[in-house]
């Protein structure tokens, strides 16, 4: 039995992933954004390992996060799977970023250096990373006319890279990134291709199997098959700015 824990589990991909787990015996650790959304889900919290809260657009509870798992003790995997979708503005978060940037790559990032290192990290990108900008140029929209499509770009790009450069900072963790691909759930909406289970799956299996073919590390996975990334993902220049980027932003070094 392993020990997973899921951000954004509470609905969509996230509750599907934490749903498969738990039928197949393992320990779950859920994530909700409130109380309240903590209480939409009360019955399968009773059945899992837990429920840690906190909202991943403020830095502060994602620290509060960090510390309420680590006094759990360690995971065997993690799959970041939270994320937010096209903005209608910037937004600012308590912090002053961009409520994009924050949600899908700061946070991620800072449970990643805060946890108790785990077995396995999946982190959740988009084939839409291939439209995002390597530049790492104003990437929290200070200067740049907002463009919420592009934001979202720009944030999974960043996530894919930042799993990629974990697996090469951390060789005895298995690191890797996922595309869902367009899935009918909120955030997806109904006219979405692809059904939840579909999307749930790979990332599921990912964090707990043991098949030769899931012991990998510095993957980009879509639907239970590796393929090419944008080349930013793969390059070791482009980790090396991102990380540094993100420590800067964060006041938190990935070691």
């Not at 779950?28 to 809260?53: E, F, K, N, P």
């Not at 996922?178 to 939840?196: E, H, K, S, Y």
């Not at 393929?227 to 220049?237: I, S």
């Amino acid at each position: 039995m392993a020990r997973v824990f899921i951000t954004g589990s509470t609905d969509g991909l996230g509750l599907a992933a934490a749903r498969t787990l738990m039928e197949e015996g393992h320990e779950v650790i859920l994530h909700a954004r409130s109380q309240a959304r903590a209480s939409a889900i009360a019955d399968l919290g009773a059945q899992s390992g837990g429920v840690v809260i906190g909202d991943l657009s403020s830095a502060t509870e994602t620290r509060g996060i960090a510390d309420q798992l680590n006094g759990l003790g360690r995971m065997d995997g993690v799959i970041h799977n939270a994320g937010t979708y096209l903005q209608p503005s910037r937004g600012a978060t308590p912090e002053g970023h961009a409520t994009t940037l924050a949600v899908n790559i700061l946070a991620p990032f800072l449970l990643t250096a805060l946890m108790e290192r785990p077995g396995r990290l999946i982190y959740l990108s988009s084939g839409l990373h291939r439209g995002g900008e390597g530049s790492l140029r104003d990437v929290d929209w200070l200067e740049r006319p907002w463009d919420a499509g592009q934001a979202y770009a720009d944030s999974k790009l960043y996530v894919a890279a930042l799993a990629v450069a974990v697996a090469r900072r951390w060789p005895e963790v298995l690191s890797n990134a996922v595309d869902p691909g367009w899935v009918r759930t909120r955030m997806g909406g109904p006219r979405a291709p692809v059904d939840i289970e579909t999307g749930q799956r790979t990332q599921a299996w990912l964090a707990v199997s043991g098949e030769p073919a899931a012991m990998v590390s510095g993957g980009y996975w879509h639907h239970g098959r590796q393929e090419t990334p944008a080349p930013d993902v793969t390059a070791p220049a482009f980790h090396e700015q991102l990380v540094a980027k993100l420590a800067e932003l964060t006041g938190v070094t990935l070691f």
